[in-house]
């Protein structure tokens, strides 16, 4: 999702405090509106279904409103959190694509084409379309990134100090 596709369609208005706050859909929209388009208040203005002869004085003084700032910095805080992958979804990724084979890009006759190479994604490093080749990534790279993400490669660590010994464990 790109920052000019949001729309109240998408957004969990319940889940954003802020936004739900405002007191009609017309401010809501104006507050997506006005983050989707960078900060244009007379635009935002306009698609939330403001007088078009009024919306550039509307859109400013709307933005101004308090509870509309708060729910613009909500929505902008919502859109940015949402970009980012999280442990599972990197950990996801990475599975793919080092459980990735040849077969996944390869038709029921054995044959390599566009379409396969665009289902398979993740797992294709480089596609030569004039030749054929196909270049998939590196599996074993793909498991020890997931291995260090999830520290299967940490040593048990024992520090003796004096009488105390600290233990770290890797569980």
Known sequence: MELKDLSLDIL???DIPELKALTNDRQRNFA???????????????KAGYS????????????KTPSV????RAVREWFFANLILSKNEALSILS?????????????????????IRKAG??????DEESGKVK?????????????VLGWFRDDIKIHAG??????EHL
């Open 122 to 127: 993740r797992i294709i490093e480089s596609y």
């Open 12 to 14: 969990p208005v319940d």
């Open 52 to 63: 078009e002869k009024t919306a550039n004085r509307t859109g400013g003084q709307i933005a």
């Open 136 to 148: 998939l990534r590196d599996p074993r790279a793909a498991i020890e990134t997931i291995g260090k």
């Open 32 to 46: 997506v509106f006005y983050v989707a388009n960078g900060g244009n208040g007379a635009d935002a203005a306009r």
């Open 96 to 116: 793919q694509m080092a459980r990735g084979s040849i077969a996944d890009v390869m038709d029921a006759d054995g044959s390599i084409n566009k379409n396969t």
């Open 69 to 72: 700032k708060a729910a613009v």
């Open 163 to 168: 009488n105390v010994e600290i233990r770290m």
